[in-house]
Antibody, heavy 121, light 108 residues
């Protein structure tokens, strides 16, 4: 079964760092782009960026460039989203998702279950 | 960056009725790289349509997508109770692969 399994919910304080993960299984992890999508409470979906685990080619939305870092460790089929200094406005559900076509651009066909990040003092 | 505008924001219909959801892009979407997703409360989004009109595996044929260029439509021919949810369009023809703001389909 093709699936993405994300790390568990996090509660952090402003200024703290955080790295959340997304582990792929059931397919060739290095061959498909993985993306991250933010959903703030009660709001819509926001595309943050994508990474190609095969060569770590990464693209960011201008809205998130410099605020987060997307990375991947192909040896353990895991993608990451990290912050160096969290803000309260980072409170949201974060989804990872896989693009449907190997090596190319496509819609997201497989989604992780989401990781809720809460930032509060 | 391509901006996607979905309309209406909320659509109130009854089971059995036909739903028409619109997604308009601020510039032409390359190769009709336009997808539709359904999201229910507490769940991750689910892909319905990609390439503007191709249904994903397992999606009922009451869901159909159409359009090209800047204007796209998701049609649900006969609403079932499980279809009431929020629907998002997304373009993946140019980075960033933006989403629309969503249309909430609610029971009338």
């Amino acid at each position: 079964e093709v699936q993405l399994v994300q790390s568990g919910a996090e509660v952090k304080k402003p200024g703290e760092s955080l790295k959340i993960s997304c582990k792929g299984s059931g397919y060739s992890f290095i061959s498909y782009w993985i993306g991250w999508v933010r959903q703030m409470p009660g709001k819509g979906l926001e595309w943050m960026g994508i990474i190609y685990p095969g060569d770590s080619d990464t693209r960011y939305s201008p809205s998130f460039q410099g605020r987060v870092t997307i990375s991947a460790d192909k040896s353990i089929s895991t993608a990451y989203l990290q912050w160096s200094s969290l803000k309260a406005s980072d409170t949201a559900m974060y989804y990872c998702a896989r693009m449907a076509v190997a090596g190319g651009t496509d819609a997201f066909d497989i989604w992780g279950q989401g990781t809720m990040v809460t930032v509060s003092s | 960056e391509i901006e996607l505008t979905q309309s209406p924001g909320t659509l109130s219909l009854s089971p059995g009725e036909r739903a028409t959801l619109s997604c308009r892009a601020s510039q032409s979407v390359r190769s009709s790289f336009l997808a539709w997703y359904q999201q229910k409360p507490g769940q991750a989004p689910r892909r319905l349509i990609s390439g503007a009109s191709s249904r994903a595996t397992g999606i009922p044929d009451r869901f159909s997508g159409s359009g090209s260029g800047t204007d796209f439509t998701l049609t649900i021919s006969r609403l079932e109770p499980e279809d009431f949810a929020v629907y998002y369009c997304q373009q993946y023809g140019s980075s960033p692969h933006t989403f629309g703001q969503g249309t909430k389909l609610e029971i009338k």
